[in-house]
């Protein structure tokens, strides 16, 4: 057993920070338009929004890395022009996590608006407040839980990613070498002791993550009644 | 003045029907809409708030705020709207919700006050009954000195005790700001109580125009009072007929002859009236 390396759990989760917050910005907007919208082609983006759900991850990260790759007019441009290497690198490994923790931040954000009172936010735009304010200090204040779960999910669901990372990252110590990849090395090298220790430091994070968003949720529902 | 002249059409319960209404109200008025569910009230409602489109035009005190070119969005419109189940906003205590319409600390005090809210004005809107969410609501709907107030049955979730004191809220505001209100009601003795004009709907046409004295006071000719109500049952006793009648919760009998008895059929609505006499209010 070697001595233990907290550096791919350290990645993990700045990969899941930065994946968090980019996810936020771009799927605030569109789970808005989601929830609002009676556009006829609205199943259709729905449909691609929970994509990432149901493919194979290696599917999803066969095409991302042909996508990155300089094969590819969008690779061969980040390559060429900004000479920017996107596979194998943090870079790329931060791309393919949005494609593949989108669902998990869109589903919630648009149940969430969804469920609130429509004329609730009639009344603010009454109030003379534009769609922006309205989101801001209407909408989000009362989605709290579904807000919570959205970022606590995909957080943690980045966190948990394999087959993409594994794919469009590879395992470069210190790059693109995640926990989840660092277990599936040890079980490889048969370090089985290491795959434990890291393996439990998992079980046991998930866990928590998943009992704190549903403690919180339980609590607001108390405090706001059972239709939040 | 509001001049609107609006149409549009409606899916309905009952088919699709077409909302085609044209009227002008003054300044200062106050409209009571009536009709039953589905006539289009609330979509016309909606519409002069800007909240659904329709064709046509709407203009108040001059300014287009609907016409074949553009739709003035419902921020721009200052308008109060009252909705039935109060949409107060869940994530802010009282105070807040009016304040987020216009910081006017002043005008915020001094509305809670009239509609005496002023020791709750730091609660969150889940902690309150129903008829104080609807005052706060009526408070909210006015801290932007709207021009026109809109209220959909806004009272009809609370109980009779409630209404009548909001009731009296509602018309000690309307004095004091001279907003102009429109106001979907179905209750005769709110309406009367409150409104200087009633307009009824039936299929989105105007049916009834008038004042509340015309087109509630039911009396005709030489008749003293006159009540609705269902006959429930017509009863023989000897040689006359003694017809059973629900007026409200109450229920009243009434001697028939017995021609008057076959002319009824019983579950049929009919009017009970006295002519010869005087009645007497006696104490109950």
Not at chain 1, 6 to 16: G, H, R, T, V
Not at chain 1, 24 to 31: E, M, R, V
Not at chain 1, 161 to 183: D, N, Q, R
Not at chain 2, 135 to 157: G, H, I, T
Request: charged residues 15%.
């Amino acid at each position: 057993m070697s001595e233990l390396d907290f550096e791919p759990f350290l990645l993990s989760f700045k990969l899941a920070g930065i994946t968090t917050v980019i996810l936020f910005i771009i799927a605030l907007p569109l789970s808005w338009w989601l929830s609002q919208t009676k556009n006829r082609f609205k199943p259709i983006i729905e449909a691609v929004v929970s994509l990432p759900i149901v493919l194979p991850p290696s599917v999803l990260g066969f095409y991302i890395l042909f996508a990155l790759s300089h094969n590819s007019p969008l690779g061969a441009f980040f390559e060429e022009t900004l000479g920017i290497k996107m596979v194998f690198t943090f870079s790329g490994l931060v791309i393919a996590s949005v494609f593949y923790s989108f669902p998990f931040m869109v589903q919630p954000l648009q149940g969430g608006f969804e469920s609130l009172n429509k004329n609730m936010l009639e009344a603010s735009y009454i109030a003379g407040k534009g769609k922006i304010a309205t989101i801001f200090n209407v909408a989000l204040p009362n989605i709290k839980p579904a807000l919570i779960t959205a970022l606590i999910i995909t957080f943690a669901h980045t966190v948990g990613e394999f087959g993409v990372v594994l794919m469009v990252g590879g395992s470069i110590p210190g790059e693109t070498k995640v926990a989840s990849v660092a277990i599936y090395e040890f079980v490889e090298v048969m370090d089985y002791g290491s795959a434990h220790i890291y393996s439990a430091i998992m079980l046991a994070i998930s866990f928590l993550v998943l009992l704190g968003v549903y403690l919180f949720n339980q609590h607001q529902n108390r405090k706001f009644g059972v239709h939040v | 003045m509001i001049h609107l002249d609006v149409k549009k059409k409606l899916h309905g319960s009952s088919g699709d029907i077409e909302l085609n209404v044209n009227i002008g109200i003054q300044e200062g008025e106050f409209l009571a809409l009536a009709g039953v569910s589905g006539s289009g009230k609330t979509t016309l409602l909606r519409i002069l708030a800007g909240l659904e489109d329709a064709r046509g035009t709407i203009s108040v005190s001059g300014i287009p705020w609907l016409d074949a070119s553009k739709k003035l969005p419902p921020q721009h419109r200052k308008i109060g709207f009252v909705f039935q189940d109060y949409a107060l906003f869940a994530n802010m205590s009282v105070e807040q919700n009016l304040l987020y319409v216009k910081k006017d600390k002043e005008l915020a005090d001094h509305l809670l006050q009239i509609t005496q809210l002023g020791e709750l004005k730091n609660r969150m809107p889940n902690t309150l009954s129903g008829g104080q969410k609807q005052r706060v609501s009526l408070c909210r709907a006015l801290m932007n000195r709207p021009k026109v107030l809109l209220m959909d049955e806004p009272l009809s979730a609370l109980d009779p005790q409630m209404r009548t004191k909001l009731q009296h809220d509602i018309l000690s505001l309307h004095k004091e700001f001279k907003t102009t209100t429109i106001m979907v009601s179905h209750d005769p003795s709110e309406i009367y109580r409150l409104a200087n004009r009633v307009i009824v709907l039936e299929h989105g046409n105007i049916i009834q125009n008038g004042t509340p004295k015309e087109m509630l006071l039911k009396t005709k000719g030489s008749q003293k009072f006159t009540f609705k109500g269902e006959l429930l049952d017509i009863i023989k006793a000897d040689v006359i007929f003694i017809a059973v009648v629900a007026i409200g919760q109450q229920i009243v009998e009434v001697v028939l002859d017995a021609n008057e008895a076959k002319s009824f059929k019983i579950g049929q609505n009919v009017n009970v009236g006295t002519k010869a006499f005087s009645p007497s209010i006696s104490h109950c």
